[in-house]
């Protein structure tokens, strides 16, 4: 039996998910959303048909926008879902076609917070919710940041967003505190932490 911890290769480079192709049965959309739809699929599983539904989800993009001084930018905004005001990064929907990440990001940036940044790297990229919905977010690392060119108008929950430059320390310690909750910040922002001390230790 192997060990609980063995990743498969010596260095842990084989640990990773799996993709597996299912047969398919019936797949409908029982929600046609503004924004994303709920998807009915009947799919066969060890022998077995087996019903889930799921949030089809166009894919998103985050950014982790970073300044010389190594503070990370929040915004802050209402989410009815969870009833609260909650910080997160800046983020965007994948929603026009043929757009890649990367430029997603770019436009999502300016539009939230009128910056623009001169050194994108991808950070990560995660599975939200994978038990109810199919969305990625793709998290890239922002740097060289400056004022975009024009400012953004906003409206809805936009309207009233609150920006903050937040040292990267504090934001690392107010997730592991429970303070910030946001999923999509809370990796972003310990990915930003691990990879800080990782560009450390290779340059001593």
Known sequence: MPDPGETGGSDGSDLRDEPLDVEIVESDVVFDGRVWDVRHDTFLYNGERVSRDYVDHTGAVAIVALDDEDRVLLLQQYRHPIRSRDWE???GLLDIAGE???ETARRE???ETDLVARDWSP???IHTTPGG???VVHIFLARGLADAPE???REEEEAD???AWVPLDDAVDAVLAGR???GILASGVLATAALLRRDERASR
Do not use: Q, T
């Open 89 to 91: 990064i800046p983020a």
């Open 100 to 102: 890649e990440p990367r």
């Open 109 to 111: 940036l300016a539009e």
């Open 123 to 125: 950070l990560l990229s």
């Open 133 to 135: 919905s199919d969305e």
């Open 151 to 153: 400012v953004h108008a």
């Open 161 to 163: 967003i609150r920006l």
């Open 180 to 182: 910030m909750r946001n």
